[in-house]
């Protein structure tokens, strides 16, 4: 998988499609980055994918996984309204009495980078963990 290109699964948008996500993730990362950097990955895809699915129209969405020689990075590009995506700098954990709201949050915490573009009818999310080069 080049950096450049990676590698996409659209996922029909259906709860028990975010687990399938999770494995796309670590079959395209296994073994070719850091344990930790997999598994940061695979939680931030699991948040993003649930909140697409809950939050977003019921329609496809989009993983795109990429990696380099220090870094790898996930993209979920979902349809919806990009302005409902908060500013990453408000992502925030939500406190434990909560039934709800932490995934943004644990996202930003993982994270090395964020990155949200809006579009008409879509938001695409990038995250990026940064590792010593292997």
């Known amino acids: ?3 450049s290109a990676g590698s996409t699964v659209e996922l029909e948008a259906h709860m028990s499609n975010v687990s ?3 494995r796309f993730v670590r079959t395209q990362l296994e073994g070719r980055v850091p344990e930790e950097a997999v598994n940061d990955l695979m939680l931030a895809t ?4 649930t909140n697409a699915f809950e939050h977003g129209p019921h ?3 989009r993983l795109t996984v990429r990696r380099g020689r220090d870094h790898a990075s996930i993209t979920v590009v979902s349809a919806g309204e990009g ?3 908060p500013d990453v700098e408000s992502w925030k954990t939500a406190r434990a009495d909560r039934v ?5 949050g644990i996202v930003r915490e993982i994270a090395d980078d964020i990155d949200v573009e809006r579009a ?3 938001v695409s ?6 590792f010593a080069e292997l």
């Open 83 to 85: 302005h409902r995506v």
């Open 20 to 22: 399938a996500a999770r």
């Open 59 to 61: 329609q496809p969405v």
């Open 125 to 130: 999310i990038t995250v990026r963990r940064r």
């Open 46 to 49: 699991s948040e993003l994918v």
């Open 1 to 3: 998988m080049s950096a």
């Open 100 to 104: 709800s709201g932490r995934g943004l």
């Open 120 to 122: 008409a009818g879509s």
